[in-house]
């Protein structure tokens, strides 16, 4: 009696800039406190990043429209340079994400030194553009974030307290990185709530943007 089986789900994918190949996407390692400035609004000092995880299935391509989430009241944005971790575990192109936070769900969870998966890890939690493949157009490159037409995010990618290759590096020493590997890179500050119905707008010069509104239950 098989009944109760089922087809494994299909593997998540990203769309490639310029070409009809799909990125298919393995797991999601993100990077906390990366830049200095989002570091102290969080209200901590200039601190070594660390990392945490989203499951691979979290991610929102081809711009679908992530459901505002279950359980928060408090839901955040994060606009993050994403890197894409290509054949040899090194990185083959960029994209724009976004690291949707449960921020009430972050705050008690780091309240009681619990866990952050509920808060960070939940479904739909990483809208993410498509991948532009080859070296990162331009490493000083605006990073900005806008709700509704209003800038709420603008920074530089060379702000950041690690660099891509730096937080590669650190990746390896804690994981077998392998191909289909995103790797989130930490978000500037301004950090913010978003209410069902925002359309939010994520671009870094040089990529593709990406475009989103926040769907109501
Ligand atoms: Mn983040």
Known sequence: MTDWL?????????PIHGSPQRFPVRRILCVGQNYAAHAREMGHDRAEPFFFTKPADAV????ADPVFPLATANLHHEVELVCAV???GTI???????DLTRRDLQAAAKDKGRPWDAAKGFDQSAPCGPITPGPLPDPAALIALSVNGEVRQSGRLDDMV???DEILAKARTLW?????DLIFTGTPEGVGPLQPGDRVE???GGLEPLVFTVKPR
Not at 7 to 14: V, Y
């Open 92 to 98: 083959a192109g960029w994209a724009v994400g976004c």
């Open 60 to 63: 929102v391509v081809d711009g």
């Open 176 to 180: 077998d990185v392998r191909p289909g």
């Open 162 to 164: 690690w660099n891509p």
């Open 6 to 14: 089922f087809s494994p789900a299909p593997t998540p994918s990203l």
């Open 202 to 204: 994520a671009s870094i």
């Open 86 to 88: 290509g054949v040899g």
